[in-house]
């Protein structure tokens, strides 16, 4: 993946093009700076085709990361679900390793370009009010990165309800970034930068420390999984790092400018002065050689379970 991917498709603020937003969320969007963001959700990030572009971006880092789009020993599902599916490409992706199996995405919204494989089927969805799928429907439930849009406090019901959709003997995975926005070490210009994402987040009941990632094979214990198993991948951040600590370094430093304008906003600063911030911050993971993790729980249900 070439590092020019961002500026190939740059359109950051730009809302959507007619016809790439299927409407469904609860609220209208609305612009913050230049970007859209949808108002009603506690969803920190935008939607938007900058987001698009990062999102797909960030999806091919992780699936190098982690050398799969899959750590659970799924075998051949023949349904699929990935709730919270943002541009769908996870989930396409599933569709031509698995051709003979039905693949659902799930999201607030769908923002598609492409035109997907025929196996892949979008349908709009809020999984904080309950999934609209019958019990015990899916043989692989998958949900990535949602840290960022389900408060704390949450998280164990919606875990119960992926699991309600999992069908007997069916698998779910959860990944989730191990320290919410930070690296480590951090230096001042992170610290800083970390406890204003903190402040913003927290009045939307997020998490920005970890504690999902660390309680994720938690809530699937909860959901009464079994065989639950974590792996723990720890990653650079800053061209220090080589391929991956370079494209990561670019994607955290895209989700910084993501919600600058919102971070600007509330603590009634200039756009630039956050800006400047995240600048001071991307340089400090260079110089401190600092790492992120991500942490991938998987489990199963049980084949008696109702
Ligand atoms: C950070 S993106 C991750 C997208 C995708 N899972 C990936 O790894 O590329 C989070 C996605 O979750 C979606 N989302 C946020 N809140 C949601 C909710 N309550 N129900 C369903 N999807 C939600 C957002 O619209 C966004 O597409």
Redesign the pocket.
Known sequence: MPWWFFRRRRSAGAPPAAGQTVAGASAAPSLQGERRF?PE???M?P?DMGEVNR??F??YV?RSLLRANYLAPVGQPRRIL??????G??ACELCHQFPQAEVVG????EIKATTPPSNYHFVQ?????GLPFASGSFDFVH????T???PLAAWPEVVRELARVTAPGGWIEL?EPGMGLRVTPTGPANEQLLRMGAQVAGQRGLDTEGVVARSLERYLLEARLTRVQTRVVEAPVGEWGGRIGSLLALDLREVWKAISAPLAAHFGLPLQEVQQLIEKASQEWNSLQAHCTFIVSYGQKPASAD
């Open positions: 949808l959700q506690p969803y990030l939607k999102l797909d960030q999806h992780l990935d709730v919270g599916c943002g541009t490409q996870w799930v999201d607030l919204e969805g809020d999984v904080r009010r949900q990535r990165l949602l960022s849009a389900l990944v």
